[in-house]
């Protein structure tokens, strides 16, 4: 069959009957699904189904599975395992908002955090409110720096996600909104192959208040990776991008398989395929990949 569902849950997470309801669903539109092949028995299962739309699929599924803590993703059978992966770091790949976390060195968390919200849901032009909130840490030690990153915490399956698919022979790209400070030591901790974000602007051991320019914005993210396919002679039906704020949305609208991650409601809305209730190993498994190849 041409297409694919992918249920994902906690492990232990999907019973008989959401199975059941799920397989319903894709019946009453059309696409009568196949034998479900477990990824993960009881964690994850491949549903394979007709010539219904992919979106279509999920959003049915979404609505048999109701209040149930299951993400579905559907998407042609082929291709399914990606060659490339570009993902954002913030409440991505780490667990919390650099910026929002360094703000509060200078008491100023609260203020700096609605920003970045508004920013992340498109309320806000990304480069502007960059600049706003980075004005605001004018005269900051960059001993802050050095704090925010040893409380920064990665993501549950953010290291498993990145070695399993390099493993296969993908080639993974941290791409930010963030600063290059950050990236970098997370491209070191989880072995991402390149990393690209912004530059905060240091003098005297002080925060200047600005980032070097061009900033690294939404456009910038989707030229990350349109060059990184074409460097690796990749289709873009090859690639896979990942991210939670608007600024990712150009990203994952162009990869062949574009997640919303636990995103903002503007991003959920738009994205083809979304992860609301697990972590990151949901990415290994909508690309096929089974319990046992996890790295």
């Known amino acids: ?109 609260n203020e700096i955090a609605t920003i970045t919200r508004r920013s992340m849901n498109g309320e806000l032009d990304f480069a502007q409110a960059l600049h706003e909130r980075v004005g605001m840490l004018r005269g900051l030690d960059v001993a802050a720096l050095e704090g925010t990153w040893a409380q920064t915490e990665m993501m549950p399956g953010a290291a498993t996600l990145v070695a399993t698919m390099r493993a296969h022979g993908a080639v993974c790209c941290l791409a930010s909104g963030g600063f290059t400070f950050f990236t970098g030591r997370v491209a070191d901790r989880l072995g991402f192959d390149h990393h690209v974000s912004n530059t905060l602007l240091i003098k005297d051991g002080k925060l200047t208040g600005k ?10 993210k989707l030229a990350t990776l349109t060059r990184l396919a074409t460097e690796n002679a990749l289709p873009m039906a090859a690639t896979l991008a990942v991210g939670d704020g608007a600024n990712d949305l150009d990203m994952i609208g162009a990869a062949g398989l574009g997640i919303a991650y636990h995103a903002k409601p503007v991003v959920a809305a738009a994205a083809r395929a979304r992860v609301d209730h697990n ?17």
Not at 90 to 102: A, G, K, P, Q, Y
Not at 279 to 294: H, V
């Open 1 to 109: 069959m041409p297409h694919i569902l992918t249920l994902i849950a906690a492990p232990g997470g999907l019973d008989p009957a959401l199975l059941a309801r799920t397989r319903a669903a894709l019946a009453g539109i059309g696409a009568t699904p196949g034998a479900p092949d477990w990824l993960s028995e009881g964690e994850a299962v491949d549903l394979p189904f007709g010539d219904a739309p992919a979106e279509l699929a999920a959003a049915a599924a979404r609505t048999a599975l109701g209040d149930a803590p299951v993400d579905a993703i559907a998407q042609p059978a082929e291709g399914r395992r990606k060659r490339l992966l570009v993902a954002d770091m913030d409440s991505t790949i780490v667990t919390s908002e650099t910026l929002d976390e360094l703000a509060a060195y200078a008491g100023l968390k």
């Open 211 to 220: 980032v070097a320019e061009p900033v690294f914005d939404r456009n910038a």
């Open 279 to 295: 972590d990151l190993l949901a990415l290994l498994f909508a690309q096929g990949y089974r319990r046992g190849e996890f790295r």
